[in-house]
């Protein structure tokens, strides 16, 4: 697996850490787990943001989350994110995970997910920009490391993206991560690059973009449109990691996939166990395959195994029947 180099001077600098690159694996639950996130920074990807871990669980139930912040040293600047409703939980949370030593702490203000939402949390916290200050004032005030944040665009009723993005800054924030959809989009429709460009306009902190990144050329696309400082890339990840390396689908050999998938799923057994390292790895399995067009009965049939072996042997007799077959045919 190659590496992009880092470049000679940094892209940006978060406070005074500096992040080589342009690209970074979008934060998303169930997926940025360290598996998969150390595997994206050593294609290139510019910092690594641990999946969101609520201030509540780290405060009540520590041991429990101690997973969800496990990395290794290669994939500094190392980000945490942390999300919650209560500036108090928060604070607390944050001074918490700050023993692990990560590099920037990110409260996140953009999950759409009802069930983070309904607590006032996620993108819920747009609808207050007031606490927002308040976390920030605090946060940066008491902690040792910068302090960010990732936003969307508000609700449809409520877009208060330029006015957060402000607040942020003005309370000693370092960094804002924007995501140009609404709570209601989700993750549909188009994402608005004309409001990344406008929150990159209205703050001199960095500020990264994020929404319909989807081929490799998208990245300086959207750099070139909003003005932004980096790409932040998320669904177009998962089942090409190879993006962070400026390559497209069809720009990734079948060899590559298949050292890819052996690689990651070793991985995933040695963090998780075997059996449920086997189980977590089928939504990433079937991606990996998709890449090889092969039918979904084939690749169902695959994903399936619970025994890791019988999945490799399968696995193997599909890319030894694929490098009998002419380039040019593929």
């Given at each position: 697996?190659?590496?992009?180099?880092?470049?000679?001077?940094?892209?940006?600098?978060?406070?005074?850490?500096?992040?080589?690159?342009?690209?970074?694996?979008?934060?998303?639950?169930?997926?940025?787990?360290?598996?998969?996130?150390?595997?994206?920074?050593?294609?290139?990807?510019?910092?690594?943001?641990?999946?969101?871990?609520?201030?509540?669980?780290?405060?009540?139930?520590?041991?429990?989350?101690?997973?969800?912040?496990?990395?290794?040293?290669?994939?500094?600047?190392?980000?945490?994110?942390?999300?919650?409703?209560?500036?108090?939980?928060?604070?607390?949370?944050?001074?918490?995970?700050?023993?692990?030593?990560?590099?920037?702490?990110?409260?996140?203000?953009?999950?759409?997910?009802?069930?983070?939402?309904h607590n006032g949390a996620g993108v819920g916290l747009m609808?207050?920009?007031?606490?927002?200050?308040?976390?920030?004032?605090?946060?940066?005030?008491?902690?040792?490391?910068?302090?960010?944040?990732?936003?969307?665009?508000?609700?449809?009723?409520?877009?208060?993206?330029?006015?957060?993005?402000?607040?942020?800054?003005?309370?000693?924030?370092?960094?804002?991560?924007?995501?140009?959809?609404?709570?209601?989009?989700?993750y549909s429709g188009m994402a608005d690059w004309d409001a990344?460009?406008?929150?990159?306009?209205?703050?001199?902190?960095?500020?990264?973009?994020?929404?319909?990144?989807?081929?490799?050329?998208?990245?300086?696309?959207?750099?070139?449109?909003?003005?932004?400082?980096?790409?932040?890339?998320?669904?177009?990840?998962?089942?090409?990691?190879?993006?962070?390396?400026?390559l497209d689908r069809e720009q990734v050999s079948s060899e590559?996939?298949?050292?890819?998938?052996?690689?990651?799923?070793?991985?995933?057994?040695?963090?998780?166990?075997?059996?449920?390292?086997?189980?977590?790895?089928?939504?990433?399995?079937?991606?990996?395959?998709?890449?090889?067009?092969?039918?979904?009965?084939?690749?169902?049939?695959?994903?399936?195994?619970?025994?890791?072996?019988?999945?490799?042997?399968?696995?193997?007799?599909?890319?030894?029947?694929?490098?009998?077959?002419?380039?040019?045919?593929?």
């Amino acid at each position: 697996m190659t590496s992009v180099p880092e470049t000679r001077s940094p892209a940006f600098h978060v406070g005074k850490i500096p992040v080589y690159g342009d690209a970074i694996l979008a934060p998303m639950d169930g997926f940025s787990d360290w598996p998969f996130r150390s595997l994206c920074r050593a294609l290139g990807s510019a910092m690594s943001y641990t999946e969101f871990v609520r201030a509540q669980h780290i405060v009540e139930a520590y041991k429990h989350m101690a997973a969800r912040l496990t990395y290794e040293q290669a994939e500094r600047p190392m980000v945490f994110q942390i999300y919650g409703d209560d500036v108090d939980e928060l604070l607390q949370a944050a001074l918490r995970v700050q023993d692990k030593t990560p590099d920037i702490i990110d409260i996140n203000m953009g999950c759409p997910a009802r069930k983070v939402v309904h607590n006032g949390a996620g993108v819920g916290l747009m609808r207050t920009p007031l606490k927002i200050a308040r976390i920030f004032h605090r946060l940066s005030a008491a902690l040792d490391v910068p302090v960010t944040g990732k936003i969307r665009l508000g609700w449809e009723t409520c877009r208060t993206y330029k006015l957060v993005a402000r607040i942020i800054e003005e309370n000693g924030g370092a960094l804002i991560a924007i995501h140009g959809r609404t709570k209601e989009q989700g993750y549909s429709g188009m994402a608005d690059w004309d409001a990344i460009a406008e929150v990159k306009a209205a703050v001199k902190i960095p500020v990264i973009g994020n929404g319909d990144v989807k081929v490799a050329a998208d990245i300086d696309r959207m750099k070139a449109y909003t003005g932004c400082d980096a790409v932040m890339i998320g669904r177009a990840a998962i089942g090409n990691p190879w993006i962070f390396s400026r390559l497209d689908r069809e720009q990734v050999s079948s060899e590559m996939v298949h050292n890819m998938v052996r690689q990651h799923l070793d991985r995933h057994m040695a963090f998780y166990g075997s059996r449920k390292g086997m189980i977590l790895f089928r939504k990433h399995a079937m991606q990996y395959l998709k890449l090889q067009q092969l039918p979904r009965a084939v690749r169902t049939h695959i994903i399936t195994r619970e025994d890791p072996q019988e999945f490799l042997a399968l696995l193997d007799g599909v890319f030894d029947q694929i490098s009998l077959i002419p380039a040019a045919a593929r």
